[in-house]
């Protein structure tokens, strides 16, 4: 293979959430594409086979099983992945959950556990990552959010605080290391057909085939997105290709950003817990 088709040769990624659905398919693009990975989520079975096929296809890769709202895991996850593979180059914060809740709805343990999870564990292992990135002089990181983080939705308030506020955090973290060889970006995927999405659908009382059909009916496209389309945005934006891009909240969405007032998608799942 040429060096166009390995842009992540030599280079080592960091992959949360990385058990299932987009987490996944971001750890095997990556690896596909020369990059050794570490995948961790709180799955141990199904991060063993996520990295087991990674390996089969002659791919390098670890998994660490470990909860990322801890700030000592973040810390631990950081050290031991540069211990391993002597550096970390791209970072993907995928780790999320999803509750669906107005504010009068919404518990506090709900709303701590949302924004620990999907805004505070970026924050902190953007922190622990960011060090010996900068050592290195040379770094990305791709935060997921989601269209949701770009405009509100119904019964989602601990879901779009927190996906708004990772927005946010990416744009600023982007500025303070614009110089230093780092970029930071943020996808903002639309509802994808993941196991997360599945899984709300069953909470709701819906089939999949009909949570597809209506979620689809409500993106311009009319459908949902996969999550080797989501893989292949974040790579994008982790690679030398993107090399003059940071701070960009990049909405993969099938154009329901477009005109929030005409296309509102149900609620988005975008994130994987592993």
Known sequence: MSRR?????????????????????CARMLAARGARVRVTGRDTERGAEVVESIRADGGAAAFTAGDVRETSFCERLVEDTVAS?????????????????????????QWDETLDTNLSAVFRLSRAA??????????????????????????????????????????????????DGIRINAVCPTDTD???????????????????????AAIPMGRMAEAEEVAEAVCFLA????????????????????????????????????
Not at 85 to 96: E, K, S, T, W
Not at 194 to 216: I, K, W, Y
Not at 246 to 261: E, R
Request: aromatic residues 6%; contains cysteine; proline residues 5%.
């Open 130 to 179: 960011l060090r010996p990135m900068l050592d290195q002089g040379h770094g990305a990181i791709v935060n997921v959010a989601s269209d949701w983080g770009l405009g509100g939705g119904e019964r989602a308030v601990a879901y779009c605080a927190s996906k708004g506020g990772l927005v946010l955090l990416t744009r600023a973290m982007a500025l303070d290391h614009a110089r």
């Open 5 to 25: 088709e390995l842009p992540f040769e030599e280079r080592v990624a960091l992959v949360t959430g990385g058990t299932s659905g987009i987490g996944a398919a």
């Open 239 to 274: 690679s030398d290709a993107a090399g003059f891009l940071t701070g960009l909240a990049l909405p993969i969405d099938g154009g329901a950003t477009a005109g929030f007032g005409e296309h509102r998608p149900p609620a988005p799942r975008t994130g994987d817990s592993g």
């Open 85 to 109: 593979f002597g550096r970390i180059d791209v970072l993907v914060n995928n780790a999320g959950i999803y509750v669906a809740a107005t504010a009068l709805e919404t518990t506090d343990a």
């Open 194 to 216: 993941t196991p997360m999405m599945l899984d709300e659908f069953r909470q709701r009382g819906v089939s999949a085939e009909l949570g597809r059909r209506e979620s689809g």
